[in-house]
Protein backbone atom coordinates (compact mmCIF):
# COMPACT_ATOMS: atom_id res chain seq x y z
CA UNK A 1 0.00 0.00 0.00
CA UNK A 2 1.24 3.55 -0.70
CA UNK A 3 1.97 5.63 1.74
CA UNK A 4 0.02 9.30 2.22
CA UNK A 5 -0.38 11.90 4.66
CA UNK A 6 1.69 11.98 7.53
CA UNK A 7 2.95 8.09 7.50
CA UNK A 8 6.07 9.35 5.74
CA UNK A 9 6.92 11.35 8.53
CA UNK A 10 8.85 8.87 10.63
CA UNK A 11 10.52 7.93 7.50
CA UNK A 12 11.49 11.58 7.08
CA UNK A 13 12.73 12.37 10.58
CA UNK A 14 15.28 8.92 9.90
CA UNK A 15 16.54 10.19 6.97
CA UNK A 16 17.33 13.62 8.08
CA UNK A 17 18.80 12.33 10.70
CA UNK A 18 20.85 10.00 9.25
CA UNK A 19 22.13 12.38 5.86
CA UNK A 20 25.16 12.23 5.24
CA UNK A 21 25.82 13.82 2.09
CA UNK A 22 24.53 17.27 3.44
CA UNK A 23 24.11 18.88 6.87
CA UNK A 24 22.90 16.00 9.30
CA UNK A 25 20.20 17.18 11.62
CA UNK A 26 22.48 16.93 14.59
CA UNK A 27 25.01 19.82 12.47
CA UNK A 28 21.65 21.65 11.77
CA UNK A 29 20.88 21.71 15.26
CA UNK A 30 24.65 22.33 17.51
CA UNK A 31 25.30 24.71 15.10
CA UNK A 32 21.41 27.08 15.92
CA UNK A 33 22.35 26.20 19.53
CA UNK A 34 25.76 27.55 19.43
CA UNK A 35 24.07 30.88 17.85
CA UNK A 36 20.39 31.19 20.37
CA UNK A 37 22.09 30.47 23.58
CA UNK A 38 23.64 33.75 23.95
CA UNK A 39 20.61 35.56 23.19
CA UNK A 40 18.36 33.15 25.01
CA UNK A 41 19.71 33.78 28.23
CA UNK A 42 20.63 37.47 27.92
CA UNK A 43 17.01 37.57 27.22
CA UNK A 44 15.64 35.89 30.56
CA UNK A 45 18.37 36.71 32.56
CA UNK A 46 16.44 39.96 33.96
CA UNK A 47 12.70 38.12 34.39
CA UNK A 48 14.44 35.52 36.07
CA UNK A 49 16.23 37.78 38.04
CA UNK A 50 13.21 39.75 39.14
CA UNK A 51 10.98 37.11 40.25
CA UNK A 52 13.65 35.55 42.73
CA UNK A 53 14.65 38.92 43.59
CA UNK A 54 14.10 38.71 47.77
CA UNK A 55 12.72 35.20 47.96
CA UNK A 56 14.75 32.39 49.90
CA UNK A 57 12.10 29.41 48.36
CA UNK A 58 10.65 28.02 45.86
CA UNK A 59 12.10 28.08 42.19
CA UNK A 60 11.67 30.23 39.32
CA UNK A 61 10.70 27.90 36.30
CA UNK A 62 11.79 29.41 32.49
CA UNK A 63 9.22 26.42 30.38
CA UNK A 64 8.49 26.52 26.87
CA UNK A 65 5.08 26.45 25.70
CA UNK A 66 4.33 23.57 23.15
CA UNK A 67 1.81 26.10 21.77
CA UNK A 68 4.20 28.69 20.65
CA UNK A 69 5.69 26.29 18.48
CA UNK A 70 2.78 25.78 16.59
CA UNK A 71 1.89 29.57 15.98
CA UNK A 72 5.47 30.55 15.60
CA UNK A 73 5.49 33.03 18.61
CA UNK A 74 8.37 31.26 20.38
CA UNK A 75 6.75 32.80 23.65
CA UNK A 76 8.41 31.40 27.14
CA UNK A 77 6.73 31.49 30.15
CA UNK A 78 8.52 32.18 33.31
CA UNK A 79 7.28 31.74 37.01
CA UNK A 80 8.36 31.98 40.42
CA UNK A 81 6.21 28.97 42.40
CA UNK A 82 6.28 28.86 46.14
CA UNK A 83 5.75 25.31 46.37
CA UNK A 84 5.36 22.42 43.56
CA UNK A 85 6.01 23.89 40.07
CA UNK A 86 2.54 24.20 37.84
CA UNK A 87 0.37 23.55 40.98
CA UNK A 88 -0.05 27.23 42.10
CA UNK A 89 -2.99 28.78 40.38
CA UNK A 90 -1.81 31.98 39.88
CA UNK A 91 2.04 32.51 40.13
CA UNK A 92 3.98 35.95 39.75
CA UNK A 93 4.86 35.24 36.76
CA UNK A 94 5.55 36.65 32.90
CA UNK A 95 5.33 35.70 29.28
CA UNK A 96 8.84 36.67 27.45
CA UNK A 97 8.33 36.77 23.58
CA UNK A 98 11.50 34.99 22.30
CA UNK A 99 10.48 35.15 18.33
CA UNK A 100 14.07 36.92 17.75
CA UNK A 101 15.84 34.89 19.11
CA UNK A 102 14.70 31.81 16.97
CA UNK A 103 14.18 33.34 13.62
CA UNK A 104 17.24 31.58 12.93
CA UNK A 105 15.76 28.34 13.79
CA UNK A 106 12.54 28.87 11.76
CA UNK A 107 14.91 29.11 8.58
CA UNK A 108 16.76 26.07 9.24
CA UNK A 109 13.53 24.42 8.64
CA UNK A 110 14.23 25.67 4.96
CA UNK A 111 17.45 23.44 4.74
CA UNK A 112 15.52 20.79 5.96
CA UNK A 113 12.68 20.78 4.07
CA UNK A 114 15.04 21.02 0.96
CA UNK A 115 17.14 18.44 2.14
CA UNK A 116 13.74 15.90 2.19
CA UNK A 117 13.49 17.02 -1.30
CA UNK A 118 15.99 15.03 -2.10
CA UNK A 119 14.68 11.78 -1.28
CA UNK A 120 10.64 12.39 -1.19
CA UNK A 121 8.65 13.60 -3.96
CA UNK A 122 6.16 16.57 -2.81
CA UNK A 123 6.74 16.93 0.28
CA UNK A 124 3.19 17.99 1.60
CA UNK A 125 2.57 21.04 3.52
CA UNK A 126 1.16 18.55 6.40
CA UNK A 127 4.33 16.91 6.22
CA UNK A 128 6.71 19.83 6.44
CA UNK A 129 4.66 21.43 9.43
CA UNK A 130 5.04 18.32 11.51
CA UNK A 131 8.65 18.04 10.52
CA UNK A 132 9.26 22.26 11.54
CA UNK A 133 7.49 21.18 14.93
CA UNK A 134 9.66 18.23 15.39
CA UNK A 135 12.83 20.13 14.82
CA UNK A 136 11.36 23.17 17.13
CA UNK A 137 10.88 20.90 19.85
CA UNK A 138 14.01 19.53 19.30
CA UNK A 139 16.04 22.83 19.45
CA UNK A 140 14.01 24.01 22.79
CA UNK A 141 15.59 20.36 24.42
CA UNK A 142 18.59 20.70 23.43
CA UNK A 143 18.53 24.42 24.34
CA UNK A 144 17.44 23.33 28.30
CA UNK A 145 20.77 20.77 27.46
CA UNK A 146 23.44 23.25 26.87
CA UNK A 147 22.38 25.61 29.93
CA UNK A 148 24.95 24.87 32.51
CA UNK A 149 23.31 22.58 34.99
CA UNK A 150 22.80 23.80 38.40
CA UNK A 151 24.08 21.83 41.30
CA UNK A 152 23.48 21.59 45.24
CA UNK A 153 26.85 23.20 45.22
CA UNK A 154 26.00 26.18 43.90
CA UNK A 155 22.16 26.07 45.33
CA UNK A 156 23.65 28.53 48.08
CA UNK A 157 21.49 30.49 51.19
CA UNK A 158 19.41 33.62 48.99
CA UNK A 159 19.60 31.85 45.40
CA UNK A 160 16.46 29.64 44.79
CA UNK A 161 16.97 26.71 41.95
CA UNK A 162 16.04 28.03 38.33
CA UNK A 163 14.31 25.11 36.64
CA UNK A 164 13.89 24.24 32.59
CA UNK A 165 11.54 22.53 30.55
CA UNK A 166 8.24 22.36 28.64
CA UNK A 167 5.16 24.04 30.29
CA UNK A 168 3.51 20.97 32.53
CA UNK A 169 6.04 19.14 31.47
CA UNK A 170 9.50 17.54 33.34
CA UNK A 171 11.88 20.06 34.45
CA UNK A 172 15.43 19.84 35.40
CA UNK A 173 17.93 22.48 37.16
CA UNK A 174 20.02 24.84 35.20
CA UNK A 175 22.43 27.90 35.83
CA UNK A 176 22.15 30.88 34.00
Known amino acids: MEQTGLERVDDMKAYV????NDMTLDMIAERRI???WTEFVRAVQAPVKNLAE????????VSYLRSSVVT???VFYIAYYNGE????EEPEAVYLDLRHVFEDAETD??????????KFMRVLDSEKEEIRRWYLYLIYERLGA??????EENHTAGKIPVLYGGYMDKLHWICL
Open 72 to 74: GSH
Open 146 to 151: SIKPQT
Open 34 to 36: GTI
Open 85 to 88: PFVE
Open 109 to 118: CVEIIRILGK
Open 54 to 61: QKTEGAVV
Open 17 to 20: QETS
